[in-house]
């Protein structure tokens, strides 16, 4: 009993000492292909350079595949010769970088880093989208914004569909807004689904509307942001009914 006690109280100590650390990465990142790409895990309330980082890159529907690992007597660890365009370095005291070079569209995905510090429990930063631009793989999406209802009343709930598809590389964004702002309601994301054969995904956001919500249909709308086409597109909801 003693043992499991003493146990319990040091893994406790592990988790406080952890949990004070916070680890934020770079929201998005964008860049022409051929260029260098640099990500970034940016700590407060310790010093980068005690730690070792691990970096991940992760595409839609698919497990985080391991990268590179950086200890903190700068050796580096990469998971196989092939990654010697991922560079890592120390900046300061509370940055560590990932370059990429030469990057080329198939390097768009969502890069993840991970603290770890003796035997502490893993620290993980929120993730940063790279879009790489200008390729000749790069294909910008259409999309459709399709509803539940043909006309509006006052009781039930109303879905609507947001479609992105045809687009290639996968990193893409889907943002509803109501009334101009972020809209906080209940939003279902589903997998990303690769087209056959034509190098090109698709996505769908739906949105439920309460009744109360569905009176100002004017003020809901998607916003589709696929930044390796450089396109940006906004269909309204009212758009999907007919005068009655």
């Known amino acids: 009993m003693r043992a499991t006690t003493i146990a319990c109280l040091l893994m406790c100590l592990v988790c406080s000492g952890t949990s004070q650390v916070r680890v934020n990465q770079y929201r998005q990142v964008s860049v022409s292909e051929g260029r260098t790409a640099v990500v970034g895990c940016l700590v407060d309330g310790d010093d980068i350079q005690d730690f070792h980082i691990s970096?991940?890159?992760q595409l839609p529907t698919a497990a985080p595949i391991f990268l590179l690992f950086h200890r903190n007597d700068s050796k580096i660890q990469r998971a196989n010769s092939s990654?010697?365009?991922?560079?890592?370095?120390?900046?300061?005291?509370h940055a560590h970088l990932?370059?990429?070079?030469?990057?080329?569209?198939?390097?768009?995905?969502l890069?993840?880093?991970?603290?770890?510090?003796?035997?502490?429990?893993?620290?993980?930063g929120d993730g940063t989208r790279l879009s790489v631009y200008g390729g000749k793989d790069v294909k910008a999406p259409t999309v459709s914004l399709l509803s539940s209802h043909d006309s509006v009343d006052d009781s039930g709930l109303l879905y609507a569909a947001c479609v992105a598809n045809g687009f290639y590389p996968s990193v893409i964004e889907i943002t509803w807004r109501f009334e101009d702002q972020p809209f906080q309601g209940k939003i279902i994301s589903n997998p990303f689904l690769e087209e056959d054969g034509q190098n090109a995904y698709t996505t769908i956001s739906v949105l439920e509307l309460m009744s109360?919500?569905?009176?100002?249909?004017?003020?809901?709308?998607?916003?589709?942001?696929?930044?390796?086409?450089?396109?940006?597109?906004?269909?309204?909801?009212?758009?999907c009914y007919r005068d009655t």
């Open 212 to 239: 109360q919500s569905r009176r100002n249909l004017s003020s809901v709308s998607c916003e589709v942001r696929h930044d390796s086409s450089r396109t940006l597109i906004q269909k309204d909801l009212h758009q």
């Open 55 to 57: 970096w991940f890159k």
């Open 83 to 93: 990654l010697g365009r991922y560079q890592p370095m120390r900046n300061g005291s």
């Open 111 to 124: 890069y993840w880093c991970m603290l770890t510090k003796n035997e502490s429990y893993p620290v993980w």
């Open 98 to 109: 990932l370059q990429i070079m030469n990057v080329t569209a198939h390097d768009s995905a």
